[in-house]
């Protein structure tokens, strides 16, 4: 895997190569890409023939990077590259991050944003060493009426411990996209997509003390596991499939309307593997989300607008089993016990203020956010409704030949937390026609005295 991921960096860097240009246009693309307008029609480039026009130009990247969440902490490196060469529009990226989970107690199941609530769980808990290896690439293309373009993305996760309980959890995720647009008129293109994913994890559970074993759960929802399967089976499975797709609008000028609906189903089994491949288990979760908005770019003033939706529903299937004989529990029966339904609205205004080479930009975006979890028996139910503003102000300036900075700070309120405050800063210099140093780091704030931060250092050419 790591030779895969060297060689991936040193092909992205290759195919880049040819794409070098003018010192100033490359800071240019940098600044576009971290602070531009098409940032408020975000959601639109999930169509891979439209994320073409995304950026006006390409470059690329190899960096490395620390981060910090509490007592969590990752190292990560890798590359990613954004090329155009002639009418075409290649993307890729590769990167590797070694780090830990610290204290993880009733969770041992990778991905539990993903799989819950059937997750593998003990009362001890510890540390989890992960390591992670992601790849992906894309191509487009277009000619005067049609565009088209196909992205292929692969995740590989392993994480393990060291004591007691000692967990071994390696998970694959690969993701494929296709799509297709066509001009309606003027620069305006509308396109189809569709979007498939594979899922898979593997869980083993060791034992080495002589001074016995701490018992396994099953976790079936916020307050319950399955009491049969309790102390039994610590070897489990995964295996989910999501199918999606979608519908956009956007100006390859980057300047009119935009939108975009998408849906998408992701449904998994979770099977106890030392059970005879017992499926305990499974869960789907649907997603519908809506974007619409105007972009209006501009040399002394630019701004934008959207509103935005999504809304998901989980719900969650327990099989029944009979007597077990030979090893086989027969399945006798399912009942749906456990949902989580979440809606999400907000609207956002963006204004930006560009004076000779620096811009100042304000982003502001009230939001709404509801969600629902409930569990048949024992009977649970908890619901949460928050109001989710947040105000961003992000400042960028390329008055120093060879130099562009920037710094950025920002509000927001989360169903997790009353407020979370943040503040980012960077800089990247050229050091020649086709090579720059790029700096940057970052650091959130939250209540109780919580903190993360991040900080990475890279080439850009």
Known sequence: MRKALIFSTVLLCGVAATAGGHADSLLQAVEYDNTGLWLMADAVFGNVAIDQWRLPMGYTAVNGSYNRRERDYNWQGGASTYTRYSSSTLCGAAAYSNGKRSNMPWCETTDPELLYPYLLADT????????????????????????????????????????????????????????????????????????????????????????????????????????????????????????????????????????????????????????????????????????????????????????????????????????????????????????????????????????????????????????????????????????TPRAELSWSGRMVPYWLFMAGAAYERTLLYSHVYSCRAGAAHMLGRRLGLRADGGADFMPSGRRNYTISLGLIF
């Open 124 to 387: 001890v808990g510890g540390d989890l060493n992960s390591e992670i290896y992601t790849f992906s690439g894309s191509y487009a293309d277009h000619s005067d009426r049609w565009a088209w373009g196909a992205s292929l993305a692969y995740k590989a996760t392993l994480e393990y411990r060291s004591v007691d309980p000692r967990p071994r959890n390696v998970a694959g995720c690969l993701d494929a996209s296709a799509a297709v647009a066509y001009r309606l008129f003027s620069d305006y293109r509308v396109g189809a997509d569709l979007t498939f994913r594979r899922y898979t994890q593997s869980n083993d559970i060791e034992f080495k003390s002589e001074m016995g074993i701490e018992k396994i759960f099953h976790l079936t929802g916020p307050e319950s596991h399955y009491a049969r399967f309790a102390g039994t089976g610590l070897s489990t499975h995964y295996q989910g499939y999501r199918y999606g797709g979608g519908l956009t609008l956007y100006p390859a000028s980057g300047r009119g309307f935009f939108a975009r609906a998408a849906a998408s189903r992701f449904s998994f089994d979770n099977i106890i593997t030392d059970l005879n491949k017992l499926p305990m288990a499974s869960a789907t979760h649907y997603i519908l989300e809506a974007m619409a908005g105007y972009l209006h770019p501009g040399e002394r003033f630019l701004w934008g607008a959207n509103a935005r939706l999504q809304t998901a529903r989980r719900h969650g299937t327990e099989n029944i089993f009979g007597d077990v004989s030979s090893g086989i529990y027969p399945q006798i029966g399912s009942l749906q016990m456990y949902s989580h339904n979440s809606t999400t609205l907000s609207a956002s205004v963006l204004g930006g203020i560009c004076s000779g080479r620096s811009q100042l930009w304000l982003r502001l975006t009230p939001g709404y956010s509801y969600e629902s979890t409930a569990y048949r028996s024992p009977r649970y139910y908890l619901s949460r409704r928050t109001f």
